[in-house]
């Protein structure tokens, strides 16, 4: 049996910083033109990272709270942003493209299950290459499901969505899905992230957690944390922090955004601490000035 253990104690090289040939993106060196272009709208210059608004959760859950009118909700918070993280439908229906204006689009590409069923590791990829070509995205987010009873499933989703991108300068997000029985663990995260990047993803999406550093270190790809279940904002700006200092390449936050008292203060505080560097008690006052 091949050597399964992830556990802490080994060598991840913590404050060690990964070795680029000149292009902003961890792990991007080699790619092609056009793969680099659409990395360079999703990930900043000068900062690095990324901010993505999260508002796909509809795809499985319905109409959640904060998202009751996507047209109402997601349009102002649109300024502050980097990315906008959508399904097709929600960005088509509820996003004008005057209002999306030059951010970039972080499509998301699968689907198949929904809240109702026990089993949401069950997904297909739901959206072709061609079409989020039409959508002008930026990259394809499909969930990858480590430990689950469809991981082969999920696996083979994202290995198409990787090979049918690299044909069109097209990054593939591989965002880990966490079930109902898996642990948020680093020695969780350090498996999924690092298969997912091996894979060939240009991107992983994960969850924040301790010893998050050893995360970072062993994906060789940038790491984006979502923003997972809301929390209050003095919390919600303390993991933003800890997970920027601790080597992720930005936040994809969703309700910590749209369903915080005041969303674009919030927006504007978190957009603070991924790309000026401001620490979550600086970030904290910034939100309650503009809140005002």
Known sequence: MADIDTATGKDYGIGIPYQSQGFHVK???????????RLSRIFQGKSGRTLMLAFDHGYF??????????????????PYIDVLMGTRG????????????NKAIALRCSSGSSVLEEDLS?????????DALRMNADCMALQVFIGAPHQKQTIENLSNAVNEGLKYGMPTMGVVAVGKTMERTAQYFRLATRMIAEFGAQIVKTYYCDDF???????????VIAGGKKLPEPEALTMCYRAIREGAAGVDMGRNIFQADHPIAMVQAVRGIVHNNLTDKQALELYYDLRK
Not at 27 to 37: A, P, Q
Not at 61 to 78: A, C, F, H, N, Q
Not at 90 to 101: D, E, F, N, Q, S
């Open 27 to 37: 792990g991007s060196d080699n790619y092609d033109w056009g793969m680099k272009s």
């Open 61 to 78: 859950l319905g109409p959640t709270s904060g998202l009751e009118r996507i047209d109402l909700k997601i349009p102002p918070l649109v």
């Open 90 to 101: 929600a960005l088509r229906t509820c996003i004008p493209p005057v209002v999306a204006g």
């Open 122 to 130: 069950n997904e297909c990829v739901s959206v072709d290459v061609q």
């Open 213 to 223: 550093e050893t995360v970072t270190a062993s994906c060789p790809v940038p790491i």
